[in-house]
């Protein structure tokens, strides 16, 4: 991607709009992608939002989050190496400097990585020997493995001594939160390789896993809900500078740090967005008009966002008043007179596109799948079990915890009155048993303490007192290969059952497999 800026043959308008469109395309791509100035991130695309403006002959790239608000106008853009360089300037600031969006959050260089994640495997081994005398370390590595889904982010090994072992597992401290909140899916995985690999020599007890100190939350909630017969459950914090350790307690399963949100009164919602809604389904009248909260409405089109409506205050007054904001992803843009052009174009490519008979090659049609999904079961909750109730449901309901802010798919409630948590995954994910069960655990946590019904959900229903259904769902042949082994890990006081959708799911939601836990479950996982 070549520079834009300097075509002495193009117009001043012609070259800001062409730097709009790639930058524009480059982050509707990268979800997950962080923003760079002089070396150091400045904002983080999945928290922050940002808006482009290619008009009056200047790009301008404007973005804000809780802590910063930036806007940088953009003279030159170049991809290089997977992140896209950009040469911007601040106002006021006749100089230019270097803008750098990177679609990894990672943006430490390959060799960087490598020597970082080295060094760690030789800090593990000393904190092995030291801690666990007796015990005899095997190597460790953290060298790819991708046919048993192992790669370089983890360390691990196995600890002996006489015929019993443990699997041994590690995450390094400039690893991203969010691979330390995924190890424990690898562990198990680990876990599960080491006892085959020695089942006829060594017993292989359980696993040691071992993350940065104060990194441990979200780990330690979804380790308490694992079978306790099936394996020895241990869980350390490492502090990497003094090489020492300290386990952490996991049999406590009340130890969940999580609140929950007030349901929304959806009524006063809906009549203060009434004029909004009606305007923007005079445009796409399939739109799917969906309450965030008492001040926001969002506006969807087969789960694609593509507008809010916004109630705050007026700048030029002291009323409140309703404002849209438009854009797919991080991108938000105020509606005005001027960009409402822009604005419709926009819609009408999403309403063309955005339709079961799409081209499935654009990517307007791809982006979001899952929440396409969750569109669909909302509006036919019965496809998926028939003991579900259709009238009485919540989807992208929010769950705060320590370490992060959920949303839970869809929270539903059978005809008896039993919660039903429904995680629903449009493509291929290892972690869809671990995600399911941690939202499992929040929903269990709430509704042991009669939380649901005092925030205001599941107004006039009686709720069950037993403990709460995960329904998984993924398409039938996008399931990961590794999802029954970490199924047959969970505890057995989990009643869940997996859902193999069909492929032609956006045309047809329908259930092509069920699957339950064995009867066995409460039994070691090599049994079964």
């Not at 928290?47 to 403006?53: G, N, V």
């Not at 959920?406 to 291929?428: P, Q, Y």
Request: net charge neutral; charged share 25%.
């Amino acid at each position: 991607m070549g520079r834009q800026a300097k075509n002495p043959r193009s117009s001043s308008l012609i070259a800001a709009e062409a730097l709009t469109r790639t930058i524009g395309d480059y982050l509707a791509g990268s979800r997950n992608a962080i923003v760079l100035e002089d070396g150091a991130a400045i904002f983080d695309l999945t928290r922050s939002k940002y808006s482009l403006s290619g008009e009056h002959g200047k790009c301008l790239l404007h973005l804000w989050s809780d802590e910063r608000n930036a806007v940088r106008r953009v003279i030159e853009a170049e991809e290089r190496r997977g992140s896209l360089q950009l040469t911007v300037q601040r106002m006021g600031q006749p100089r230019p400097t270097k803008l750098e969006i990177c679609r990894n959050q990672d943006s430490r260089t390959p060799a960087a990585r490598k020597a970082v994640r080295a060094a760690y495997q030789g800090k593990l081994q000393r904190v092995l020997e030291r801690q666990f005398v007796g015990f005899h370390v095997t190597h460790i590595t953290s060298g790819a493995d991708l046919e048993r889904s192992f790669g370089p982010v983890y360390a691990r090994g196995l600890l002996r001594r006489g015929q019993s072992a443990f699997a041994v597992f590690g995450v390094n401290a400039q690893e991203a939160q969010s691979s330390i909140d995924a190890s424990l899916t690898s562990a198990i995985l680990w876990l599960d390789v080491c006892r085959q690999s020695h089942v006829s020599k060594t017993h292989v007890e359980g696993v040691k896993l071992f993350v940065p100190a104060g990194t441990a939350a979200l780990v330690r909630a979804r380790m308490s809900q694992l079978n306790p017969v099936a394996a020895k459950w241990q869980l350390h914090e490492v502090n990497e500078l003094e090489e020492t350790i300290h386990e952490l307690d996991c049999s406590d399963r009340g130890n969940i740090e999580t609140r929950l949100v007030r349901c929304t009164d959806e009524d006063a919602a809906h009549e203060r967005f009434a004029a909004a809604r009606a305007a923007i389904r005079e445009i796409i009248p399939e739109a799917e008009a969906t309450i965030l909260s008492a001040g926001e409405m969002a506006f969807r089109c087969h789960g694609l966002e593509f507008a809010r409506a916004r109630w705050g205050p007026d700048e030029l007054s002291f009323r409140n008043r309703v404002e849209i904001v438009f854009g797919v992803g991080a991108e938000e843009t105020v509606l005005t007179e001027e960009n409402h052009p822009r604005f419709l174009r926009g819609i009408h490519e999403i309403a063309e596109v955005r339709h079961a008979e799409g081209p499935r090659d654009h990517p307007l049609w791809r982006l979001q799948p899952e929440r396409w999904l969750e569109t669909l079961a909302m509006q036919n909750l019965r496809a998926l079990d028939e003991r579900l109730d259709a009238a009485c449901r919540y989807s992208q309901m929010p769950a705060f915890s320590a370490a992060d802010r959920a949303m839970i798919d869809v929270l539903a409630v059978t005809r008896e009155g039993r919660l039903s948590v429904l995680e629903l995954k449009a493509e291929e994910d290892i972690h869809l048993p671990m995600q399911g069960l941690d939202y499992w655990s929040r929903v269990a946590w709430h509704h042991t303490r009669g939380e649901f019904q005092r925030f205001g959900y599941f107004p006039g229903r009686e709720l069950s007192p037993l403990k709460p259904l995960l329904m998984l769902v993924a398409p039938a042949l996008h399931v990961h290969p590794s999802t029954d082994t970490l199924l047959r890990y969970l505890s057995p006081e989990i009643d869940w059952i997996f859902l193999g959708i069909d492929e032609r799911w956006r045309e047809n939601l329908r259930v092509v497999f069920r699957k339950r836990p064995e009867t066995r479950t409460n039994q070691d996982p090599r049994a079964a």
